[in-house]
């Protein structure tokens, strides 16, 4: 084992001598095992502010990090390139259902209740093809467009200019007409952009990891100009945020944490170098994983949006509705990242 771990390191240490790589800033603990991370975490959590951590600490680092977490390094970023490189193949995507899949749920109050899993695992043994099944169904499909449609409410209430001008659009394109297909959605630009506007601030995967299958290379934010590249052992897990992402003004401008949709008719920074215009919006992610569900998902939560909007002609914020700074809200995180509170709105 150690002859193993000893080549292993000479064999990195090659590589990283290969490529230039320099380490990433280390985020730092103030005691041992990273403890004081795992309070942070737990405090933010309580607080249901966990995504206000995660900037927070790429604030202190900048767009990538290492971190010493209870005994393991493991990485961090919000760099375009990077994400570029995690992207594609040489990492693996956790599993979430290795460790649902059980048959021995005997223990966890499940009896006797109908679990989709369960009786998806009935008809098949495999669990590949089990895994995608679930991810289809219930993890990809449901809450990430639940979440979005929840968003663009919560967000298009508290900004009435933005509200009265998708009504004007859908008025002037729609009229009162019943059809509403996938090609008059594509004529409704405006609707497109709070759509996408609201998939920046608020990605429904707002968080992700992967794992390296061998040795690997992120191409930069290592060394003190944080330009170098920065080797990852193999085995290494690396977090990546599109939330934090998203919201970094170098890509999308000083007003980058507003609820803006013009901004997607204009020239943003991020649109200055080609692998951040290509990697730096990633509510879908990207390369060979992207959601296969995108067109699917932006059409189904067009539709909804259009039919509310035509439906309940008012539609506003609730009188006693606290009103905050977009993303000061507390949220809820699982898989995706939802509002706390729900969305409530007033409808005439
Ligand atoms: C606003 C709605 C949605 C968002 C933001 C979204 C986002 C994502 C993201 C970020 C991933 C990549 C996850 C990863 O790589 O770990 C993903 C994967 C996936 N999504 Fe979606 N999704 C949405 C709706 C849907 C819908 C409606 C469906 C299906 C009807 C769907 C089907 C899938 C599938 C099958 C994958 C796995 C693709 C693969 O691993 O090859 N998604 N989605």
């Not at 690997?216 to 193999?234: A, E, F, N, Q």
């Not at 898989?335 to 005439?348: A, F, M, N, P």
Request: hydrophobic residues 40%; aromatic residues 8%; contains cysteine.
């Amino acid at each position: 084992q150690y002859i193993y771990q000893r080549r292993k390191a000479q064999e990195d240490k090659a590589i990283a001598n290969h490529h230039g790589c320099l380490p990433a800033p280390r985020l730092q603990n103030q005691r041992p095992w990273g403890v004081d991370r795992l309070e942070q975490i737990f405090r933010a959590d309580a607080e249901s502010r966990l995504m206000e951590l995660f900037l927070f600490h790429f604030r202190q680092t900048g767009s990538t990090l290492e971190q010493k977490f209870l005994g393991t390094k493991a990485y961090g970023t919000i760099e375009p390139a990077n994400l570029e490189a995690i992207m594609s193949t040489k990492f693996k995507i956790y599993l979430i259902i290795d460790r649902n899949l059980s048959t021995d749920r005997a223990g966890d109050g499940q009896q006797g209740r109908y679990v989709f899993l369960d009786a998806v695992a009935k008809s098949s043994a495999d669990r590949a093809a089990l895994r995608g099944q679930i991810i289809n169904l219930l993890a990809a499909g449901r809450d990430t467009t639940a979440c979005l449609l929840s968003w663009t409410f919560f967000l298009l209430v508290r900004h009435p200019q933005v509200l009265a001008k998708l009504r004007e659009e859908i008025t002037t394109v729609c009229g009162d007409s019943g059809e509403l297909t996938r090609d008059v959605l594509k004529r409704l630009p405006y609707l497109q952009n709070v759509l996408k506007e609201t998939l920046r601030l608020y990605p429904s995967v707002p968080v992700n990891t992967r794992t390296t299958v061998r040795t690997t290379v992120l191409p930069t934010g290592g060394g003190p100009d944080r330009k170098s590249p920065v080797l990852i052992p193999k085995g290494s897990a690396v977090a990546f945020s599109v939330y934090s992402m998203h919201r970094r003004p170098d890509l999308y401008g000083m007003d980058a944490e507003l609820f803006r949709p013009e901004r997607w008719d204009e020239d943003m920074p991020m649109h200055k170098d080609p692998t951040n215009a290509k990697w730096a919006y990633l509510p879908f992610h990207g390369g060979p994983r992207i959601c296969l569900g995108m067109e699917f998902a932006l059409a189904e939560a067009g539709y909804v949006v259009v039919r509310l909007l035509q439906r309940f002609p008012h539609i506003k914020l609730p009188q006693d509705e606290k009103v905050e700074l977009v993303g000061v809200e507390q949220q809820v995180m699982t898989l995706v990242v939802s509002i706390k509170q729900g969305c409530r709105v007033e409808i005439r």
